[in-house]
C-alpha cells in the first residue's frame, strides 16, 4: 500500500510524465499534485466534470461495469483519467508527454499505482 505523496511520486516517476493529481470527481477537490505541464487544479475540477459526464452516459445508455481509464490524446500530450477501484469517488490523472511515453506502460502502471493507493 501507499499514501497519496508516495503515489503521486511513483506517478512521476512513470517515463514523460509531466505532472498529476489524485483528485476527489463528486466535489472536484485535489487531494494532492506533483509536476506541472498544465494547471493541476483547474485540470482537477473540468476533469471531474469529464468523469461524473461519463458515467451519466454509461447510466443513460444502460452500459454495466466501470470505467477502467478515460484517455484523451493531444498533439503533445496524452491524459490518463483513471477512476480508483478501491477508493469510490477518487480519479488518479496524469499528464504525458507525448514524445517521451510509452501509452501501454504507462497504463499498466497507473493501474498499479491506483490499486496500491491507501487513503
Given amino acids: 500500500m501507499a499514501t497519496i505523496d508516495e503515489s503521486l511520486e511513483q506517478l512521476m516517476g512513470i517515463d514523460g510524465a509531466a505532472g498529476t493529481c489524485i483528485v476527489e470527481y463528486k466535489s ?40 477502467e481509464d478515460i484517455l484523451i490524446t493531444l498533439e503533445k500530450q496524452i491524459h490518463i483519467i483513471r477512476p480508483a477501484t478501491q477508493h469510490s469517488g477518487l480519479f488518479v490523472y496524469l499528464v504525458l508527454d507525448k514524445a517521451k511515453s510509452n501509452l501501454a506502460l504507462a497504463r499498466r502502471k497507473v493501474q498499479q499505482i491506483e490499486e496500491a493507493l491507501e487513503v
Fill in 28 to 67: 472536484g477537490m485535489l487531494l494532492g499534485k506533483a509536476g506541472g505541464g498544465v494547471d493541476l487544479d483547474l485540470a482537477a475540477a473540468g476533469n471531474s466534470e469529464v468523469v461524473k459526464a461519463k458515467m451519466k452516459t454509461m447510466d443513460s445508455l444502460g452500459i454495466k461495469g466501470e470505467i
